[in-house]
Nanobody, 116 residues
Framework: QVQLVESGGGLVQPGGSLRLSCAAS????????MGWYRQAPGKQRELVAA???????NYADSVKGRFTISRDNAKNTVYLQMNSLKPEDTAVYLC??????????WGQGTQVTVSS
């Protein structure tokens, strides 16, 4: 059973940056595309960035050019570098498999709040 632990969130001013980390247990992580999702209050969870095993990436239009997803398979970790943050980026950020409905158990996520 893969367990996911997200970290790195916090309170940041508009225009600021944060780097999120998602540590995964279990070697199954290595063969799957992974993604960062976010869920804001009253909104559906959305996939904002994804990375394949071969490190091909894809981004939601709302974050393209501002967010960068990466992975370190040796550390079983996925990262999300978030720059030029906007108030509308405020949400709980979670990681899980991408391009699949066979999700791992969801972690607690990490709260990102963008506010002056």
């Amino acid at each position: 059973q893969v367990q996911l632990v997200e970290s790195g969130g916090g309170l940041v001013q508009p225009g600021g940056s944060l780097r999120l980390s998602c540590a995964a247990s279990g070697t199954i992580f290595l063969i799957n595309a992974m993604g960062w999702y976010r869920q804001a209050p009253g909104k559906q969870r959305e996939l904002v960035a994804a990375i394949t095993r071969g490190r091909s990436t894809n981004y939601a239009d709302s974050v393209k050019g501002r967010f960068t997803i990466s992975r370190d398979n040796a550390k079983n970790t996925v990262y999300l570098q978030m720059n030029s943050l906007k108030p509308e980026d405020t949400a709980v950020y979670l990681c899980n498999r991408a391009y699949s409905t066979d999700f791992y158990s969801w972690g607690q996520g990490t709260q990102v709040t963008v506010s002056s």
